[in-house]
């Protein structure tokens, strides 16, 4: 199994999970093997994560604005990645924590009580 297909487009433009949930999220991670948007380990329900322990797919590329990096679940370490086929990013207008109008207004007492 190839950990990287730079052919393979994002699942959308949001976490799947999330968004079939009527969640929310702090960042998006793409998978760089099939495409899958999860939110970033910093949200909530830290789909991306779940998505590399569930399929096996190691490699995330960051799915926000401006930022090119690659990640490697296995190694604990960035990744040198090639482009991937487009979109690079989630819509450069969309609000962080996203997305608009599902973030609760006391969304960083959510995530500090997360982290205790």
Same mark, same amino acid.
């Given at each position: 199994?190839? #950990?990287? *297909? +730079?052919t393979v487009p994002p699942s959308g433009t949001g976490c799947v999970e999330c968004d079939a949930d009527g969640g929310w999220w702090v960042h998006l991670r793409r998978c760089a093997a099939c495409g899958h948007i999860g939110c970033? *380990? *910093?949200? +909530?329900?830290k789909h991306a994560s779940a998505h590399?322990?569930?399929s096996g797919h190691p490699i995330i590329r960051s799915f926000e +604005?401006?930022?090119d990096w690659f990640w490697n679940y296995d #190694?604990?370490?960035y990744y040198d990645g090639p482009e991937l086929?487009?979109?690079?990013s989630r819509p450069a207008g969309e609000?962080?924590?996203g997305?608009?109008?599902r973030v609760p207004a006391d969304w960083m007492a959510q995530l500090q009580a997360g982290r205790g």
């Open positions: 199994m190839s #950990t990287v *297909d +730079p970033c *380990d *910093d949200s +909530p329900a590399w322990r569930s +604005p401006g930022e #190694t604990n370490s086929a487009p979109p690079e609000t962080v924590p997305p608009r109008g």
